[in-house]
């Protein structure tokens, strides 16, 4: 059997990884002309570090990464409405990782190079389309200049290219562009002074209007850690059209940021000015879909945020990625056919994905915040009083479980 992975991302890397540990060829072609190091930072939930320890990267994400250690849900104001340790802390057998995105693509991406070799990843082809048969699937893929450089059989296709998926896009023609709520994300990364216990994240208020703070990497001194912030508001009405796609990813600006940043009161951190000192940041419109009916057709399917893109809440999008990439190589290793195979798959991780990016869409574990905020927006003095312990919990441990990371469920996964 050989695949066809289309987009060099963290879930189209992981599943070539996936796919050789099984014996299955690959090749991977990425649009980009080189796979870089880019974004900030994301948090990998040890659901989906448990696989790539799997593939024996756990030793190769320590070097590049911090191990979460403890997680902080305050108000805008400051207030505590929820504090629990993460990862091996927490209880699970493996870390969560704090990292930047592109240390761990890079991480995925040399493991992919050693192990199935340079010649099996392509850069600068972008599809064009493809066709199937009874035989199997013909993809075309041409430069930035539009010129044809690959044509490649298989006997099944993955699209894993993203939120503006070529391969989404020519199973669903008529979707649209997609679906903006109305809220700004900005993200950077500076050098700071270690806060709390240097493996400490904070996040602070509630969907309309919430900052991220916490660790991805050592400093430049053992007093200082790489930090990664975040700042998401809503400035904009969800029924309107996102902004265009070339503004998807631009250099913010600090005066039209800063109003909204002097709207947060984080005890633990001076936020204002660790955003000042920030050289640059970027933008993004917080997007997502509507989940599909389904995600494969014929010998084609879908993987990552070209199947379930989801709202930046729950820490989830690249690890449900790598997770679909475990799911789809069991599926193409134990099916006598392809399209077999393909459907395992999809009944296995659609549903689970659909139910995450509803709950995203209703603030995620970070729900909780809102929750508070809208009982007590002045603030509170005892928090129990507001909404009670078993209240909390139930927000925070519910989307745990629906997402798959709960501390038992992991375990139970791992025996």
Not at 152 to 171: E, F, M, P, Y
Request: proline share 6%.
């Amino acid at each position: 059997m050989k695949a066809i992975v289309v987009g060099g991302g963290i879930g189209g890397l992981t599943t070539a990884l996936m796919l050789r540990a099984r014996g299955i060829d690959c090749e991977l072609f990425e649009q980009a002309d080189a796979i870089r190091e880019l974004g900030v930072g994301i948090n990998t939930l040890p659901h989906a570090i448990r696989e790539l320890a799997q593939l024996g990267l756990l030793d190769r994400l320590d070097e590049v990464a911090i191990r979460t250690y403890e997680l902080f849900y305050l108000t805008r104001r400051g207030q505590e409405v929820w504090h629990e340790t993460r990862g091996v802390d927490g209880g699970h057998d493996v870390p969560q990782f704090s990292i930047h995105r592109g240390r761990l693509q890079s991480v995925i991406h040399q493991a992919v190079i050693e192990r199935l070799g340079p010649e099996k990843v392509h850069t600068g082809c972008r599809l064009g389309s493809f066709t199937q048969d009874e035989g199997g699937v013909t993809a075309y893929f041409f430069d930035r200049t539009g010129s044809h450089v690959h044509t490649v059989r298989g006997d099944v296709l993955i699209g894993a290219d993203g939120i503006h998926s070529k391969v989404r896009q020519t199973l669903f023609p008529n979707e649209g562009p997609p679906c903006w709520n109305g809220l700004m994300l900005w993200r950077g990364a500076t050098d700071w002074p270690v806060f709390l216990t240097g493996r400490s994240m904070i996040i602070a208020g509630g969907l309309n209007a919430k900052a991220v703070i916490y660790p991805i990497a050592e400093g430049s001194s053992p007093a200082t850690r790489l930090t990664n912030w975040a700042v998401l508001v809503r400035i904009g009405d969800a029924n309107t059209a996102p902004p265009r796609r070339e503004d998807w990813s631009r250099l913010g600006k600090a005066d039209e940021l800063m109003p909204h940043v002097n709207g947060f009161s984080i005890p633990q951190v001076d936020f204002a000015a660790m955003v000042r000192a920030t050289p640059e940041f970027w933008e993004y419109p917080c997007c997502d879909r509507d989940p599909l009916p389904y995600w494969s057709s014929g010998r084609v399917t879908l993987l990552g945020d070209a199947a379930h893109p989801m709202y930046p809440v729950g820490s989830n999008g690249a690890s449900q990625a790598i997770l679909d990439a475990r799911a789809l190589a069991d599926a193409l290793a134990r099916s006598e056919h392809p399209r077999q195979a393909l459907m395992a798959y999809e009944q296995k991780r659609l549903p689970m994905t659909a139910d995450i990016v509803a709950s995203n869409r209703r603030g995620g574990p970070e729900g909780v915040i809102d929750a508070v905020e809208q009982l007590a927006p002045q603030g509170f003095t005892d928090i129990n009083t507001i909404l009670n312990y078993e209240a909390r919990e139930g927000i925070v441990r519910g989307y745990a479980s629906r997402a798959g990371f709960a501390a038992r469920m992991v375990t139970r996964q791992a025996s």
